[in-house]
Every structure is written in C-alpha cells, then in structure tokens.
C-alpha cells in the first residue's frame, strides 16, 4: 500500500509550547516526554487494583476507537483505559462500515467532528494515516482534538513502544546498563521500529537486532542496531528479549522457506534462553504464534513477562490519554 | 499581623507536637490517618510515630481527581497513591500540612471514597490560611495564618525528617 506523504521536519506530536499535542510515534518523542508517560502510567496502575477501577479524569470526554484494521486486544485496552478515565468510549468498526461504502478517510473524521469527538484512538493499515488525521485537524481548526496512533502499517505502534519501555524499567531500572534483543520479523514489524526508537532516546547500552536477512529493514544502521542472523550469537548475555511476531499475514512472497525452518533458527527455546542473563526477562507484543517464533515452555516460563506487559498497557494508554486531554 | 519572614515563622516541629495533642483524645483502635502529597504525606507519618498509631499511614496524590485539570492538564509529577488499609467502615483522619481553598480536600474525599466507604473522614491540618472556596472545615487545626496576595507557605523537610515553614512565591495566579 503506498505511504502517505508526511512532513519529517514537522512534528506535529508537540504542540507550540512543547508538550505532547498528539501521541504519533515514540521517533522524536523527547526523553522528558517519554520519562513523563512512564512516571505517569506508574500511579495509574495502582487505579486498576482499587475496589473502583476508575477515575473522574476525562468525565464527559468522548474517546473515538477507530479500527481500519481488526485488532481486538489493541482496541479492548484502548477501551479499558478510556473508560478506567471515566471517559465515553465509542468504537467504530470502520472496516465494516462506512469506508466499506465508499467514505474516504478525512471525510469520516469530519463527521466525527461534527459529533463532538475529544480524541481519535486510529489504527489503520497505511502507513502515515493518524499524520494525515492531525494535519487534517490542525488545517480545519479542531486542534482541541487529540489523535493517538494505535498502529499505522509498517509505521509505529507507539503506545506499544512505550508499555515495553515501562516493561523494561520496571524489571531491569537503568537503561543505561541493558543489551536487549529483538528477535524476528523486523521488517514488517511497527512495534520493533516503536521499540528501537524509544529503546535509543532512554539511551539503552546495546540494542540488538536478531533476524534473517530477508526480514531486515534498513533503517537499522542509523539507529546504531548491533545486527545478527544467528540467535546463539545474538542473544548472549542479554538483559531483555522482545519476540517479534511473525506476520503470516503480511508475507507477501517467499521471505522464508518454512514456518518450521523459521522455529528452528530463530523460535526462542529454553536452550536458547540459556544464553541470555540468567534474570533476563522475555516479552512478546502479543497474539503469540506458539511453536512458531516462541516454545510454549518459555511462554508460559518464570522468565516471560507477557501477560504483565498487557496489564502495564492498560495503565500507560491511562497516562497517554490524560496526559493529552490536559495538554 | 507582621510580615512572615524566615525568622517569624513559627516552629513546625511545636505545631506538629500540639497537633498530635489535639488529635490524641480522640483516636480509636482502628483510627487510620491518610496523608495528601507531599507535605500532608510527611505530617501524617510523623503523627503517626508521635501517636503510637500501629496502621501504616496511607498516601494519596490527588492529581486525578483535581477540578483545575482542564485549565492545568496532569502536573508533571504525580505519585501513585497508596492506601495500605482496608478503608471500608473505618474512621479515617485526611492529614494536610496547609488548607486554602479547599479544593484539594473535595479531591481528596472524592478519591478515598473509590476505596471504599469510611466510617466517618475527619481533617487535620498544620496551616489554615482562610480564603475558601468549599464549605470546608478542619476538624483539627494548629495555626490561621493571613497571606498577601501570591505570597505562598510552604512545607519543607530536612534530611533528618525535621519539618520547617518557609515562605514561597505563587506566579500560577
């Protein structure tokens, strides 16, 4: 699908005044904003233990789900969070509606406008489509109203990006000190792309690439990636390991000789964790392809932290959407 | 009343002690005290120790319940809140060091009520310098202190846990 053409020179996350305006990408999120989303989510996750799971913050607020592309997870955390803010939470399943009939993109937000809308949660399948809704917002005068990026193509997932940072940090503290790994489909994967950038601007000590060369983007040299085709080599001694999903859906051509022959080199087994730290920590974005990239032993394992990665989403979209409604 | 400088301001540590006098006749043996970020925080833990009270003081930051929040957004530090107790049907005293116009307290009952439902909430603070906008009252109160316009008391705290006043500019408006 082409990508949309977007301005790299102009942020349109931040606003005049420097603070978070849109959340878009963790690719120029400066370190205070990222270390303020974090800190934020922190007091949020004591929310979700309370006898009411809720708080007055976005009281009266109207929170838009906007899927272009099925996510269920994604979306019900999303939801989760909105309402925990005490937020009006509506989900549009535009892949099923009005896109189906013919709206385009921008004409759809009009009318979302019209409704009153306080923020777009948007994920979409082209690449730069939650840019082009901010731009839009920004050209039609409703920059009161907030977009989150919940996935955009090959783009960003940055709200997945930033839960894997609080992730990290909550286990392993200073960055500074971490080598971690991510392992698998690298090129078609946003989360890895959300991950390497916010992995760089907390100043991680070495950050790892693991995967074969046909699943390999080339962005990864500028952002000083250590690359390695061999998984005993590259998960040596490390402190975090990410497991990439590996996207059946997006395969388009032979990138690979076989699901079997991909489990075998780079599906993370218990023996190749052995190699790792003995404290190292294993986290998956989720839906997990058991026997495929990851052995069910180390998934279900003392090691993997993946269903506590979904409870930390949940508080950090909290901070994500508070911090914005009051920006 | 003459202008509060560094050398009038009156010693935290007697009013702390005076307050804990106040408060003593009228604790219970599930009394627990709930301390508001950051200075309330340190007024309850330190009551706490002069009181002989046995429940773990609770903390809480009361960021997400403000009513300034859509002219001010979420304050740049905002800590979790920890209630280590059961609050359902316990009598709870909400520990300030200043009370002003009240607002902070509305928030702070508003919050300890999604924990459960008190028994009964009584305030306590060191500091009331008037002005309110909420019918509230404290309960227990050491010092009525008058403030020039933007002129601000603040609570500080040594390394040692020592409590002092000092005063401090308020520029927000």
Request: overall charge negative; charged content about 25%; hydrophobic content about 40%.
């Amino acid at each position: 699908m082409a990508e949309l053409s977007v301005n790299a020179h102009m942020n349109p996350q931040l606003g005049a005044n420097g603070k978070l305006q849109h959340l878009l990408s963790t690719e120029g999120l400066p370190l205070e904003v990222i270390t303020h989303i974090l800190d934020t989510a922190q007091s949020f996750l004591e929310v979700s233990d309370r006898d009411v799971k809720k708080v007055p913050l976005l009281r009266g607020k109207s929170v838009f789900n906007l899927f272009f592309e099925n996510s269920t997870r994604t979306r019900t955390t999303f939801e989760i969070a909105a309402k925990r803010l005490s937020a009006d939470v509506i989900n549009l399943d535009v892949s099923r509606s009005s896109t189906a009939k013919g709206e385009t993109l921008l004409d759809t937000i009009d009318n979302l406008c019209a409704m009153h809308a306080d923020m777009f949660v948007v994920r979409h399948a082209t690449s730069g489509a939650p840019f082009l809704i901010a731009e839009h917002l920004q050209r039609i005068g409703r920059d009161d109203i907030r977009v989150v990026n919940a996935g955009d193509g090959r783009h960003a997932h940055p709200t997945q990006g930033l839960l894997d940072m609080y992730t990290i940090r909550h286990y392993k503290k200073d960055f500074s000190q971490l080598t971690v790994a991510i392992v698998g489909d690298i090129l078609h994967s946003r989360v890895a792309r959300s991950d390497l950038h916010a992995l760089k601007t907390l100043g991680c000590g070495e950050i790892r690439a693991i995967a074969p060369k046909t699943l390999l983007p080339g962005y990864l040299e500028n952002l000083g990636v250590k690359v390695f085709h061999d998984m005993n080599e590259g998960l040596k001694d490390c402190d975090v390991v990410i497991m990439l999903r590996l996207q059946n859906e997006r395969m388009n051509g032979a990138l690979l000789p076989s699901v079997g022959e991909y489990f075998k080199r780079y599906g993370l087994t218990p023996e190749k964790l052995a190699l790792a730290k003995p404290d190292a920590i294993v986290m998956h974005p989720g839906p997990m392809n058991r026997g495929v990239e990851i052995d069910s032993s180390v998934a279900d394992g003392p090691q993997a932290v993946i269903l506590n990665q979904v409870t930390f989403g949940i508080a950090v979209r909290m901070a994500v959407m508070g911090i914005l409604a009051g920006n | 009343m003459p202008d509060l400088t560094f050398d009038t301001l009156p010693d935290a540590e007697q009013q702390l002690a005076t307050l804990a006098e106040q408060l003593r006749p009228h604790l219970t043996p599930d009394t627990a005290l709930v301390g508001i970020y950051s200075g309330g925080a340190w007024v309850a833990e330190r009551l706490k120790d002069i009181l002989g009270i046995s429940e773990a003081v609770g903390q809480i930051d009361v960021s997400f319940y403000r009513d300034d929040f859509a002219e001010k957004g979420l304050h740049p530090q905002v800590r979790p809140s920890n209630i280590p107790f059961e609050v359902e049907g316990r009598p709870l005293i909400l520990v300030d060091d200043v009370l002003y116009t009240g607002r902070t307290t509305r928030a702070a009952i508003n919050e300890l009520f999604d924990y459960g439902r008190p028994a009964r909430v009584e305030l306590a603070v060191l500091a009331d310098r008037g002005e309110r906008e909420l019918p509230i009252e404290p309960g227990y109160c050491v010092w009525e202190v008058d403030l020039g316009e933007g002129e601000e008391l603040i609570l500080g705290r040594e390394e040692s846990g020592r409590l002092f006043w000092k005063m401090g500019r308020n520029d927000r408006g």
